[in-house]
């Protein structure tokens, strides 16, 4: 079945059968991912992840395609050379035009397929406004979290390892090795250990920048990375994404 609308007619949109199924807009970024991962990181991951998942749903699973958003709210790596933003306020104007269409066009449902750590706040504020905007159903996921991480890591690593990390970097080598320079795999942690303050996640958290906390633009290990790892992430998340995939595009609300 045809799953990418950008291929399709617009009298073919007009005529499918919309009563079930979700309308995905891949989510990526363009920043810089340390010395030895390329900028496209998050938006290769947030194609290539749907693809994987796609590849194994079932076509009764009616699941559409937007093409990927490749620039998104990166502003915590403003000062790292490579890395491009839209600043919070103009994402969620281009995100409330873009549900806005989505409605007008008979959709039901859309979800907000994200790569981007970043924008994770911002996505799921936005679902709610466009949720209240249009009457749509939407739905946010952050792929890479649809699974405790099976692999054994470092307890630094568990904590700090968020960016171009040893998850961002074993999985690149498993997909793409080409967009991987194997003789520049940085590890980096913050030294950041106030008693009550967390970056994210806690009672008290502090705004950070990337570059209040590393020099490389590295936020974990990635000389832990190997292609091994990340097909061992990989291979039990992919199944976890069409689960998710065939329920959102059928889901209701009970009332
Ligand atoms: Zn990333």
């Not at 900028?39 to 699973?61: H, K, V």
Request: charged share 20%; with cysteine.
């Amino acid at each position: 079945m045809q799953r990418h609308l950008s291929h399709m007619t617009w009298t073919e949109i007009r005529d499918l059968d919309k009563e079930s199924g979700v309308v995905v807009l891949p989510i990526g970024s363009l920043e810089q991912h340390g010395a030895h991962l390329t900028i496209n990181t998050d938006t290769y991951f947030a194609e290539r992840f749907l693809e994987l998942a796609l590849e194994q749903l079932p076509d009764s699973i009616k699941v559409w395609c937007l093409p990927v958003m490749p620039i998104t709210n990166s502003r915590e790596h403003e000062g790292f050379a490579g890395s491009f933003w839209l600043s919070a306020s103009t994402m969620m104007n281009v995100l409330r035009d873009i549900g806005a269409s989505i409605a007008r066009s008979g959709f039901r449902r859309l979800l907000l397929w994200n790569c981007h750590g970043g924008n994770i706040p911002l996505l799921d504020l936005m679902a709610r406004e466009i949720r209240a905007d249009t009457g749509l159903a939407v739905f946010t996921c952050f792929p890479p979290a649809a699974l405790r991480d099976p692999v054994e890591t470092n307890e630094r690593e568990g904590t700090f390892g968020i960016h171009a990390n040893d998850w961002e970097t074993s999985v690149m080598m498993a997909l793409a090795p080409q967009q991987v320079r194997a003789d520049k795999l940085t590890a980096e942690y913050p030294d950041f250990a106030p008693a009550h303050l967390k970056l994210e996640g806690s009672a008290a958290n502090v705004a950070w920048l990337t570059r209040d906390l590393s020099d490389s633009g590295v936020l974990g290990d990635a000389t832990l990375s190997t292609p091994e790892r990340g097909w061992q992430r990989l291979t039990p998340l992919v199944p976890k994404w069409v689960d998710m995939l065939s329920e959102i595009s059928r889901f209701e609300f009970a009332s």
